[in-house]
T-cell receptor, first 113, second 114 residues
Framework: DAGVIQSPRHEVTEMGQEVTLRCKPI?????LFWYRQTMMRGLELLIY????????DSGMPEDRFSAKMPNASFSTLKIQPSEPRDSAVYFC???????????FGNGTRLTVT | SQQGEEDPQALSIQEGENATMNCSYK?????LQWYRQNSGRGLVHLIL?????REKHSGRLRVTLDTSKKSSSLLITASRAADTASYFC??????????????FGRGTQLTVWP
């Protein structure tokens, strides 16, 4: 199994631009999570899905953030428009059932200038 | 907040020594998990301990859980330079409406010197 795959690994963009982060979970995993990691705030849960349905999006910071999971093998996190304070490492993780270990991707390092 | 908190924030030891990290949390849980993160990489699951368990071992790792004190510890014995990483505890929320959600602490940065 290739594990959770995220793309791109690095993204540098200018303030105001749209950013789309992508994630392919492990096949058969029903849960998908988007986390954001910064030095100041640590690891924050943004949103998670169960069977492609968003369950909890209370961590999404603002309307500028949106996430979709059109099918079991693909999810996107979009920021429009991006701001410098969005700079962080964004992780996608998946798990086969509730409260089981998460499998993380290697993250996307986003820099907004 | 349910979020766990690790202690200490940073730990520096010599190879061969043992490393102990602690985690405290606030509400009842189903299980507690420990993860490791190497620089520039995603988190990797190490061990899961259920609320009805008190101790669990995996190789050089030993985890304890004290639900009465709402705390856990991770012990790494005979540490190696390759153990240098950040270590996080994560808890779920017992009876929570958001089943499957994990709450992560801020992590302990462990440095093992050769």
């Amino acid at each position: 199994d290739a594990g959770v795959i995220q793309s791109p690994r690095h993204e540098v963009t200018e303030m105001g631009q749209e950013v789309t982060l992508r994630c392919k979970p492990i096949s058969g995993h029903d849960y998908l999570f988007w986390y954001r990691q910064t030095m100041m705030r640590g690891l924050e849960l943004l949103i998670y899905f169960n069977n492609n349905v968003p369950i909890d999006d209370s961590g999404m910071p603002e309307d500028r953030f949106s996430a979709k999971m059109p099918n079991a093998s693909f999810s996107t996190l979009k920021i429009q428009p991006s701001e410098p304070r969005d700079s962080a490492v964004y992780f996608c993780a998946s798990s086969p059932r509730p409260n089981s270990p998460l499998h993380f991707g290697n993250g996307t390092r986003l820099t907004v200038t | 907040s349910q979020q766990g908190e690790e202690d200490p924030q940073a730990l520096s030891i010599q190879e061969g020594e043992n490393a102990t990290m602690n985690c405290s949390y606030k509400t009842s849980i189903n299980n507690l998990q420990w993860y490791r993160q190497n620089s520039g990489r995603g988190l990797v699951h190490l061990i899961l301990i259920r609320s009805n368990e008190r101790e669990k071992h995996s190789g050089r790792l030993r985890v304890t859980l004290d639900t009465s004190k709402k705390s856990s510890s991770l012990l790494i014995t005979a540490s190696r330079a390759a153990d240098t990483a950040s270590y996080f505890c994560a808890t779920d929320a017992w009876g929570g409406s958001t089943l499957g959600r994990l709450y992560f602490g801020r992590g302990t940065q462990l440095t093992v010197w050769p």
